[in-house]
């Protein structure tokens, strides 16, 4: 049989582990798939995946991967395999053919046929490793190669891929399960990201702040989505929930329908009479105190309240698995939503719950529909059982006790390399005797977007490829360079029932949930890949990928602001905003009409940088941030011998209208350094209403009094604290930001004993909304209500 090798195009050749054991040959089972990832330990076999304990990688364009895994991938058994240690050679007993190789010989034997290869068999640490597309072919089937996922796989010529839900495989079984958990144990810690923190120009950004801002900012954006909401079908004109998503409504602490003021207040839920703001009442408190429940988000339309939050209850070890060193319980924890029926607002009635193991992620509300999010650890120990080891689900329109995920229903995300199970579940509002849709999956979720038929979930995935110098790959130094990927993992919603169907891969990680967008039938999304302190080949850039319907790449610009990371990213139509930051603030604006090819249209570039974007109109943007000042001299820090240190809070108002040249228009600095708002990491902090010329924010005022450094230092140094509350401003294009005035629940006293600094205090405001003609802010202590063109006080309710 006649071989072409066409220039250009990559000759896969596998590499195969064996088992030093001889045995007789066994015929393999025809018609098998199997793919592998390269620097990925773990493989997919007949939609089911397994671990395997050398990971793929490449040399010289070639993939190797371990035998003893592609035969059992292949139905051939560890008995197929025979090893010759004297000759050094490895038999395969295949159907109907027999393969030999030999340890670095390009000799391939099938049956009595020679066959020349263009690579050879190695041998590392202690393995044989066989140049294997040659053998898979050998043995009648096709390979292919996913050049984007690094993934190769093998299948029955003209076979195709699976799409939908049977495209992700599943665990199997129990022992399956701790094979592939024990793959994850030997991950270097570096798979995880950085550990620690990084000062990226005299910002400090740790590991736990990224986390806590990507939890904080889940879901793309209309145009016309802001922090306002006038109506509900309600004659009250009253704010909502500042979204992402026009339609899609995210979960938040305090919630209003224009008459009652819904908010979780420590561990109770408070329903108060709101307006008239001189009559303000408590007319309902939910307390949770003593149920192990701890209340986080909420969400309320015209008959139904839902209370989402975690439950942490001690349950009983396995036995088998108690020692000395371990109590003999453990603490099951819970995200429970809990959904009541609110017609009497005096005499709120429970009507359900659902409850999945694990930690809350996120959630949303399209109509009807609920959808839950959760992620749970898996505590697995090598040499000991797992305690609770499948997901689990609680429903009380079915029954009260949980159920149990079985294995051959818990998918996996093949890319996977935390121990954890992702949990996603929906129900309808409006059907309360139908059961919710809960399905799980083996990989954690970190970042969730939503649209109104879609659900994304993307999962960050640090590979890391082996490249080395061909003569030394056995046994030479080693140079690893992380690959970072993110994966993306699209639901179909419907009517509260979530169906998987597809799965996109791009190169970079993601800020959170606004660097994610779906629009006209492509998703849209903003990475940043490498690291902004390096100067060589693995520096950071920053890129925007256009996928497809089928989430295959349709459109890319890469290599933007080298050296830089995201910030801040917005989608809005046919644009894109986005924010990268390393000494000054260059403000991109990219054009995303044509998906193949978008480009960039303009950019500005300014000192501080945005946090968070948001469209004012469609030729203007809002940015909200910290001002920046660069400070040093030659032969210091950054790349100019400069470093920037971050200052007081930043506005600015873009002006786009002319996309080649983007203007600030207005800007807006508010305290020194130091100087914070929630605003900065939650979008749901803002309440801007352009139709009522108003923005307003929770802020913590920092104050200097002076400019630059210290006679001690040329840094700029710390504020001490002067204010806590709500920052009020009307907003226009003729005069941009006019402060209306500020309101705090702060006394004079308590501003004396403030001191320097200023830590979470009940009285610190930490929402803003409007109902008709009032404006209300929120702390845990009180409800002020002010009149929203005077910001006169109009009455208060202390809540204690």
Request: glycine share 8%; aromatic share 10%; proline share 5%.
């Amino acid at each position: 049989m006649k071989r072409f090798i066409y220039p250009g195009v990559l000759i896969l050749l596998f590499a195969v582990f064996l088992t030093l054991q001889p045995g007789p040959g066994v015929s393999a089972a025809p018609g098998h798939e199997a793919s592998f990832g390269i620097g990925v330990k773990t493989y997919i076999a007949d939609n089911q995946i397994k671990a395997i304990d050398i990971a793929p990688y490449l040399e010289n364009g070639r993939a190797y991967i371990p035998v003893r895994f592609l035969a059992s991938a292949l139905g051939i058994p560890d008995q197929g395999i025979t090893w010759d240690e004297a000759a050094r050679s490895v038999t395969i007993a295949g159907e109907d053919k027999l393969l030999k190789l030999t340890l670095e010989s390009n000799i391939l034997l099938v049956d009595s046929r020679t066959i020349l290869m263009d690579a050879v068999p190695r041998l590392k640490e202690g393995r044989v490793m066989l140049p294997t597309r040659w053998v898979a072919e050998a043995l009648g089937y096709a390979v292919t190669w996913d050049e984007g996922s690094q993934t190769v796989r093998i299948a029955p010529p003209g076979s195709r891929e699976p799409a939908g839900a049977g495209s992700l495989p599943n665990v199997g079984s129990y022992e399956n399960l701790k094979s592939l958990l024990a793959g994850t144990l030997q991950h270097s810690p570096e798979l995880y990201g950085r550990a620690g923190a990084e000062v990226d120009n005299g910002i400090m950004v740790t590991q736990e702040a990224l986390r806590k801002s990507i939890s904080a900012n889940d879901s793309a954006p209309a145009p016309a989505a802001g922090g306002t909401a006038e109506s509900m079908k309600s004659k009250a004109d009253y704010s909502k929930t500042n979204l992402q998503v026009e339609g899609v409504d995210e979960a938040d602490i305090v919630k209003t329908d224009g008459t009652y003021i819904y908010q979780v207040n420590r561990e109770r839920l408070i329903i108060a009479r709101a307006y008239p703001a001189e009559e303000m009442k408590v007319v309902s408190t939910l307390d949770y105190g003593n149920q192990g429940f701890s209340p986080q988000e909420i969400y309320v339309d015209e008959k139904h309240l839902i209370v989402i939050g975690q439950t942490s209850a001690p349950v009983a070890k396995r036995m088998d698995s108690i020692s000395m060193i371990y109590p003999p319980y453990w603490n099951r924890d819970t995200v429970k939503a809990i959904i009541y029926d609110i017609g009497d607002k005096s005499n709120v009635r429970q009507v359900r719950e659902l409850e999945l193991s694990g930690s809350y992620i996120s959630s949303r509300k399209i109509g009807k529909s609920f959808y839950l999010v959760a992620n749970k650890n898996i505590y697995y120990y090598p040499g000991q059982e797992i305690d609770e080891p499948r997901p689990l689900y609680r429903d009380t329109a079915v029954q009260d006790g949980f159920t149990a995920i079985d294995y051959p229903d818990i998918r996996c995300f093949p890319d996977f390399v935390e121990p954890n199970y992702l949990i996603v579940a929906g129900l309808n509002l409006d059907r309360p005797e139908q059961k919710a849709s809960v399905s799980s999956y083996l990989g954690s979720g970190q970042n969730v977007y939503a649209s109104p038929e879609n659900l994304y979930i993307a999962l960050t995935n640090y590979r890391y490829r082996i490249m080395a110098d061909e003569a030394k790959i056995l046994s030479g130094p080693r140079s690893p360079a992380s690959l970072i990927n993110t994966s993306i993992y699209r639901f179909k919603l419907k009517d509260g029932s979530l169906t998987y169907s597809g799965k996109g891969e791009v190169p970079g990680s993601i800020l959170n949930q606004f660097s994610m967008d779906e629009y006209n039938n492509y998703f849209r999304i903003a990475t940043t890949q490498g690291e902004s302190w390096r100067t060589d080949e693995f520096t950071s850039r920053n890129n925007l990928y256009i996928l497809d319907s089928d989430l295959k790449l349709a459109g890319k610009i890469e290599g933007i602001a080298p050296g830089e990371r995201i910030y801040s990213v917005r989608f809005t139509g046919d644009r894109a905003y986005m924010v990268t930051f390393k000494n000054v603030d260059p403000f991109f604006v990219l054009d995303l009409s044509d998906p193949q090819q978008p480009e960039i249209l303009g950019a500005l570039k300014i000192p501080g940088y945005s946090d968070y974007l948001h469209p004012y109109d469609e030729n203007h943007v809002i940015g909200f941030g910290k001002d920046t000042v660069e400070v040093g001299a030659k032969g210091g820090m950054g790349d100019n011998g400069s470093m920037a240190f971050y200052l007081g809070l930043k506005m600015a108002l873009f002006d786009v209208s002319d996309v080649k040249n983007p203007v600030e228009m207005f800007r807006e600095n508010i305290g020194d350094r130091g100087t914070d708002s929630e605003l900065l990491r939650n979008h749901k902090a803002l309440l801007f209403s352009k139709e009522k010329n108003l923005l307003a924010f929770p802020v913590t005022v920092m104050e200097t009094g002076k400019s630059g450094g210290t006679t001690a230092s040329p840094f700029p140094e710390y504020g001490q604290f002067t204010f806590q509350g709500a920052y009020v401003y009307s907003l226009d294009l003729n005069k941009g930001f006019v402060l209306k005035g500020r309101i705090t629940h702060l006394t004079e006293e308590d501003y004396l004993k403030a001191g320097n600094y200023w830590y979470d205090s009940e009285k610190d405001i930490e929402r803003i909304l409007y109902i008709n003609e009032n404006l209300y802010t929120l702390s845990k202590m009180m409800i002020k209500a002010n009149r929203m063109e005077s910001l006169q006080e109009a009455g208060s309710l202390v809540l204690r």
